[in-house]
């Protein structure tokens, strides 16, 4: 697993609430330009969970994981709590729309970007628009330089700045030895304000919160320089899972997310995060094995999946089976649809494309809610 070493800071910024008017960070900061770089202002018009799932908090951002609980960061807890409200929407100068914390909960073992969490509980509905984020799956593995997205309420150390929602692309970059997530996109990412915001990831059409903002590099003038360090999702499950039960006395107290094959991980030789191999048909002839290194994805009427040849020996005629199960509300559908990889290197990677007959007959066979891998091949 690709690993790294970052000198970091904490990236909130303290605010203070009079009638629910809120003022930007002090003059310590306003002499430099530091924000969510190369980004940009998220808008009423979006659809993703930037607007719909983001909040804002004093000095801070958090994300919505249930109809009444925000995750955040544990050092942004004591300022939640002591303001005692959460806000929604892309501005939050102007906004009315509130939920008073009724009560949280912070790791009292925090001690790093590997565990600073805290949860809140809120009451009353949900505003109109806003709804839980679905939780990386524990079988659901990262990859290196893999697309994520960014989003929050930090300041661009100018007066008055912290309160408007933005958002920016970046990329998976390695696991620290805490195992927090460390991500970068070659300019400063998220900064003061931006802590306990989201890491998000689309994966098939589907948004997952992976990752809550806990730090960013910095230099001698106190301004981020480029990366930030996120608390992973699954490696916290059962405290995650423990606050929410702690808080709303409910055994599930988070939405399921949606059905994934469960693949334990393996690595591939430039250490890049990787899934299990394909599984093996029983065959005299099927002694080879592929790694999983991308999630299926569709495209128009076929799928798409990358494979890396894990064998210690060239292999040839590899006929690969993906096995679909669809469903359209009535009914599951199930079918499969072959590839081929004629010659194959060791170490070599493939993109496989498989032609979606079904696909291309009918138009009610519905979503993709699970599928299997399987191959067959000859030694070289």
Known sequence: MLTAVHRYVQIWCTIFYSILFMYGCGSNYEDSDVKIVGGRQV????????????????GCTGSIVADDLIITAAHCYELAMSSGYVIFGTDLYGQTEIAPIEEGIVNASYTGPGDDLAMLRISGPLPAGFKPILMQPEDMKLFADEDV??????????????????TVESKIKARDADQSIYVENGSTAACSGDSGGPLFLERTGEWYLVGVASTAQFNGRSQCT?????????????????????????????????????????????????????????????????????????????????????????????????????????????????????????????????????????????????????????QS
Request: charged share 20%; glycine share 6%.
């Open 149 to 166: 997205t960014l989003a929050g309420y930090g300041s661009t150390n100018t007066p008055g700045s912290f309160g408007v929602l933005r």
């Open 43 to 58: 808008t009423q018009s979006d659809l993703g969970p930037m607007k719909s799932s983001t909040v804002g908090l004093d």
């Open 226 to 378: 480029g990366g930030n360090n996120y608390v992973p999702i699954p490696e916290n499950k059962d405290m995650i899972n423990e606050m929410g039960r702690r808080l709303t006395g409910r055994n599930l107290p988070f939405p399921q997310a949606a059905t994934q094959p469960s693949i334990p991980p393996v690595t591939d030789p430039e250490d890049k995060i990787v899934t299990d191999p394909v599984e093996e048909d029983q065959t005299p002839r099927d002694t080879a094995t592929f790694g999983v290194t991308s999630d299926l994805l569709q495209i128009s009427t076929s799928f798409r999946v990358d494979l890396l040849n894990l064998t210690k020996y060239p292999l040839s005629n590899c006929i690969v089976t993906l096995t679909l199960s669809r469903s359209n509300g009535t009914s599951l559908i199930n079918y499969e649809l072959e590839a081929l990889i004629e010659e194959s290197q060791t170490n070599e990677k493939h993109i496989v494309i498989f032609e979606d007959w079904m696909a291309k007959s009918s138009d009610v066979l519905g979503e993709v809610v699970d599928y299997q891998l399987r191959k067959t091949c000859d």
